[in-house]
């Protein structure tokens, strides 16, 4: 059975997958709870808003931080975005990496939750494999002015922080494999440094495109 909440924007979501590091605190829940519960408790805090959310984006920011991040393993993605890549590079070089991809992707895929206008969310099904340690949650968007976008998110179970997010995939496209190629691209141009450095530039600046 369909069940529905009112959520933002599909393009939030796309980017979720893309954040943080594990912690505990989906060690204890299944992959539908954590999907469930961190919409809602989000949606909550961006309802119970006193003012207007586009003037304070910093606010969104924390929410995003808070209550959105921990249930994500950002090293694991990286690792996957980076692919090979992530072998060739020195420690010093995968920590910079992750710190300029999660403060452009904090901010980047905040910008929806800014204008959130009482879109809808629909949960779907969930998969649920305990011998591989795999699962997904299906659900969908519906955005106000089109149709439905499909949305798969996939996760690994971690032996000490339980389910974790690793990818999502949006209308048939991964995440992490998007972010590969244009990882890959850059890093042939100008080498690690100069994926770190793009990075940091666009954080300077305030963009939020890759």
């Known amino acids: 059975m369909t069940e529905t909440v009112r959520a933002w924007p599909a393009i939030f979501w796309f980017a979720l997958l893309l954040l943080l590091p594990a912690t505990a605190l989906a060690?204890?829940?299944r992959p539908e709870q954590i999907v469930r519960d961190t919409t809602e408790t989000v949606l909550e805090k961006l309802r119970n808003y006193d003012g207007d959310l586009s003037e304070n984006p910093d606010y969104v920011?924390?929410?995003?931080?808070?209550?959105?991040l921990p249930y994500f393993n950002f090293q694991l993605i990286t690792r996957f975005a980076l692919g090979r890549h992530w072998n060739d590079a020195t420690e010093e070089q995968r920590e910079q990496f992750t710190e300029e991809l999660t403060t452009l992707?904090?901010?980047?895929?905040?910008q929806p939750l800014l204008e959130y206008d009482g879109e809808?969310?629909?949960?779907r099904s969930e998969r649920v494999d305990e011998d591989r340690g795999r699962a997904s949650m299906q659900m969908e968007v519906q955005q106000r002015d089109g149709p439905a976008?499909?949305?798969t998110y996939q996760f690994r179970r971690h032996d000490q922080h339980g389910w974790q997010v690793y990818d999502v995939v949006v209308e048939g496209i991964s995440l992490v494999t998007n972010y590969r190629d244009t990882f890959n691209s850059e890093i042939r141009r100008n080498g690690m440094d100069g994926l770190i450095q793009r990075l940091r530039e666009r954080n300077r600046r305030g963009e939020t495109d890759l």
């Not at 920011?61 to 959105?68: A, I, K, N, P």
């Not at 992707?105 to 905040?110: D, P």
């Not at 809808?120 to 949960?123: A, D, H």
């Open 27 to 29: 060690e204890d829940k």
């Open 61 to 68: 920011y924390d929410v995003v931080r808070e209550d959105v």
């Open 105 to 110: 992707l904090v901010r980047t895929y905040s």
């Open 120 to 123: 809808e969310v629909r949960f």
């Open 149 to 151: 976008i499909p949305l």
